[in-house]
């Protein structure tokens, strides 16, 4: 029997925003920011999403336009034929570099903190595998499975950063402006890369119940998830004082850390089980999104059938560094710091174009009429 | 167009083989004609379908009405009818009774059910256990409805046991069941609509509905599901399960089999379907979504935090049955550091003079544990007992004590297995049994990180499940109003929905008080 795709609710799309995003907060981001401002790098998320909403409305505000379209329709449809097809190419490879880097950099961690001695590629190959299966299913399933474990990886996260105030100092977070205000707020504007998650999510705007939904959803992640990530710097903070600067991954520095009671001394499996498992809803997203794209630019209309062979051009491009070093510090940083402006300059350009060509105002008069 | 080309390649190398059938077009197109007017020409027609003389129990009765002073003859098989009945009020009226009257209606004293021509319908009906009454010069066959089928009583449930609530149980008889549910919805919205599904042995399945709440679209569904078979007979109610469900092959169940009539009509009071059949004392529910696999009727007859109570061990149960055996090895071969060092050195003290590796110990277990479960359900119940004695001390007791395997694996293993019995439902009890072998196989693998790639793959070839359009974990995602009834029971009170996910006519139970 056929099975009709259906559409995606307001929970799975937030679960699958919280999960997207929000992991950033158990990665090295947080060692990151803590190396640009010492120890005021909990204000950087809730700073940046802050500079990052505005071009993020207007993205959602261009978008609600044109009814139940997603950003490549509407870039296609406001740059024109060509510069559009080429914006989006270039989206769709930075894209799908950054992914790579970054699935890369998970399978990093796997192997560094939990699998010592297994070889990289069946590690890596596993996960892809198992995305490429998911995202295989379609973007519905993909919102169920999350929506399913979104309460195990939150409060998994939580019950982790709770368990490591046995081990944190409040004074850490002091002086509390770090390097000085004004190099807090430069530092925010630079770390757009968090959020560009946001950016690529609008991909899913026709697979989603109403557009309402979407922008509703959109704002609940947005705000929680920048939450989060902030909260959970703190904690680290807290606990690792100047030593974040040197630690890789925090996160997984603090589970290996933290016991329960005296009698359980390691639990970092637990965690890692939650942890894992919002990696690949992470990857099986990206997966489709990123199909979801390459279907759009050379217009195929099955495009679930390219998910395989993407999740080998992942598995071939994240193989290409040598070491975790390249990876971690190098390229991701270099694709980060051009993806956070590079979207937010493509929203506020589409924003303009979509002022130029009078679009507000046509909407306005069929309102109207 | 790769899935076409490997078609037409099966097509190739898969023809259907040809037989050299005897035909029965004779036969079928006999069934399609009317019943003759000669009374000599019936009896020989019907002597030849049935083959009497050489079939014993179906019997032909000639006598001549006094009353109408011509012959007539009944046909029956003797041991599907109600053989007292025929006698008093079909035959001895027929016989006895002087007043001239033109009806045979006005003669016996049986109700006439109805009266046909055609000589097909009439064999039929005669195979279901009526008698068929057929009368010199008249062109219609008088058929009775004597049907009496000897089978079993009502009985308690046996595979669902509960404590509280109703205990009667489904038995063979299609009559009886139907009673169970009706005196259970006293409405006259309650449809039970008869479908032959085969050929040959023309098994009928009733399909059982409330009028006004039932979709339409999903009972056309099943209705055409049953109407496209291609079968001489499917015998069981079991075996239609497997016709009807979508992915046979499937290790997850996507039909709801119960034996109790209560659980049956709780379903059909929400809105979804139920087939009977006869000679099966069970019932399927469509569609069936995780949660009713997963409840128990118990869960609902008990007090609420009571009821909570026993749902939060069956999630429990769950888990420990499906994860027990593989965390087990994912711990003792990879994340070592997890254990108490203490228990790790007690560990590995017993562990010292086993030769095998903790996966193996555990396939070992697991399938002697799978044995001794099988063995009890087949062996003859005098010498049930026995096999439990020889499963606890043999397999537990030496198998230590010969060092083959190390005593905490016995106790991983007996938990995991008393775990999964608390799963009610068999097909689910199988499912979970199945896909812990595939777990403990991961762990082996990959440790915790195939387990959670195995679980995950898992979860989403389950939500990807479909029973007749509703997806597996519906109402909870997709979201439906429903019930809420999932995970977590509220009190009655709240239950103000049926599930949104069967898009029933009648959305609200009750009203807010």
């Known amino acids: 029997m056929n099975q009709q795709p259906g559409k995606l609710g307001i929970r799975e799309y937030v679960s699958i925003a919280i999960l997207m995003v929000g992991s950033k907060a158990t990665e090295d981001t947080p060692t990151v920011l803590f190396i640009n401002v010492q120890n005021a790098a909990w204000m950087i998320p809730v700073l940046s999403a802050g500079i990052f909403f505005i071009p993020l409305l207007l993205l959602l505000k261009t978008i609600s336009l044109y009814q139940g379209k997603n950003l490549f329709f509407v870039i296609q449809k406001l740059l024109g034929k060509y510069i559009g097809f080429i914006v989006c190419l270039v989206i769709f490879i930075i894209t799908l570099v950054g992914i790579s880097l970054d699935s890369r950099l998970y399978t990093n961690i796997i192997r560094a903190f939990y699998f010592r001695t297994t070889p990289i590629l069946v590690l890596y190959a596993l996960l892809m595998a198992v995305c490429a299966y998911g995202a295989k299913k379609g973007i519905q399933h993909i919102g169920s499975v999350a929506y399913l474990l979104i309460i195990y990886a939150i409060t998994g996260l939580f019950f982790a950063l709770g368990l490591s105030t046995q081990a944190s100092n409040v004074n850490a977070i002091l002086p509390i402006w770090g390097p000085g205000k004004i190099e807090i707020l430069k530092k925010s504007s630079q770390s757009l890369s968090l959020f560009t998650d946001f950016f690529l999510l609008t991909m899913l705007i026709p697979y989603l119940s109403s557009s309402k939904d979407f922008r509703k959803g959109t704002w609940i992640a947005y705000i929680y998830v920048s939450i989060q990530i902030s909260v959970a710097t703190l904690f680290f903070i807290c606990m690792l004082d100047q030593s974040l600067g040197g630690v890789g991954y925090p996160f997984h520095t603090a589970v290996r850390y933290i016991s329960l009671g005296s009698y359980i001394p390691n639990i970092e499996i637990l965690f890692f089980i939650v942890w894992i498992v919002s990696a690949f809803i992470r990857f099986t997203a990206f997966l489709y999104i990123n199909a979801l794209m390459f279907g759009h630019l050379f217009k195929i209309k099955d495009f679930e059938f390219l998910i395989p062979s993407l999740a080998a051009i992942y598995l071939l491009i994240g193989n290409i560094p040598e070491s975790q070093i390249d990876v971690g510090l190098k390229l991701e940083h270099m694709v980060q710091a051009v993806v956070g402006p590079l979207f937010a300059a493509i929203s506020l350009i589409l924003w303009l174009s979509a002022l130029l060509k009078g679009e507000f105002k046509h909407e306005k008069d069929k309102n109207n009429m | ?513």
């Open chain 2, 1 to 513: 167009m790769r899935k076409k080309f490997f078609k037409s390649l099966n097509k190739k190398f898969n023809t259907e083989p040809q037989f050299s059938e005897q035909s029965n077009a004779k036969d079928i197109e006999l069934k399609k004609q009317d019943i003759n007017l000669h009374y000599e020409r019936n009896i020989e027609t019907f002597k030849a379908i049935f083959s009497i003389p050489k079939n014993v129990d179906v019997k032909i009765r000639e006598f001549t009405i006094r009353s109408l002073k011509c012959r007539a003859f009944i046909i029956y098989i003797s041991t599907m009818v109600d053989m007292d009945q025929v006698q008093k009020s079909i035959v001895e009226p027929l016989i006895e009774n002087e007043q001239p009257t033109g009806k045979i209606q006005d003669i016996v004293s049986f109700p006439v059910a109805k009266m046909t021509t055609n000589i097909g319908d009439i064999t039929e009906n005669i195979t279901r256990g009526i008698t068929a009454l057929f009368v010199d010069d008249d062109d219609q066959c008088y058929i009775f409805e004597t049907t009496k089928i000897q089978g079993r009583g009502i009985e308690k449930s046996n595979n669902e046991v509960i404590v509280k609530g109703a205990k009667e149980a489904f038995n063979e008889r299609l009559a009886d069941n139907i009673a169970l549910v009706r005196k259970k919805i006293k409405n006259e919205n309650l449809i039970v609509e008869a479908h032959v599904v085969t050929k040959r042995s023309r098994n009928d399945v009733l399909i059982v509905y409330e009028k006004d709440l039932v979709k339409d679209e999903l009972l056309q569904k099943i209705k055409d599901r049953l109407a496209s078979f291609e079968t001489d007979s499917i015998l069981d109610l079991s075996i239609l399960e497997q016709y009807l469900e979508e992915r046979p092959r499937s290790l997850f169940p996507t039909i709801l089999n119960t034996e109790r009539p209560d659980r049956a009509a709780s379903f059909i009071e929400e809105g979804h379907i139920v087939l009977l059949m006869s000679n099966s004392p069970n019932c399927l529910v469509l569609p069936a979504t995780f949660w009713a696999l997963f409840h128990s009727p118990e869960d609902h007859y008990l007090r609420t935090p009571y009821g909570n109570f026993i749902r939060f061990l069956r999630v429990l149960a769950l888990f420990i049955s499906l994860f027990a055996s593989s965390f087990y090895i994912a711990i003792t071969n990879y994340h070592v550091g997890m254990i108490p060092p203490d228990l790790l050195m007690a560990m590995a003290g017993s562990r010292e003079r086993v030769p095998f590796p903790s996966v193996v110990e555990i396939l070992m277990m697991e399938l002697a544990f799978e044995l001794i479960r099988e063995a009890g359900l087949r062996v003859p119940s005098p010498i049930g007992p026995t096999i439990g004695i020889v499963g606890a001390l043999i397999l537990g007791q030496a198998a230590v004590q010969a060092n083959i395997i190390s005593p905490i694996v016995i106790i991983v293993i007996a938990l995991s297995g008393l775990s999964s019995f608390i799963i009610s439902d068999s097909s689910m009890n199988f499912a979970i049994r199945m896909s812990r072998f595939l777990f403990i196989f991961a762990a082996g693998l990959l440790g915790i990180y195939g387990v959670a790639a195995l679980g995950i793959v898992g979860l989403f070839y389950l939500v990807s499940l479909k029973s007749f359009g509703t997806s597996y974990f519906a109402p909870m995602t997709p979201h439906f109003f429903s019930g809420k009834d999932l995970l977590i029971r509220p009190v009655p009170m709240k239950a103000m929905f049926r599930p949104g996910y069967l898009k029933p006519k009648d959305m609200v139970k009750q009203r807010k008080g």
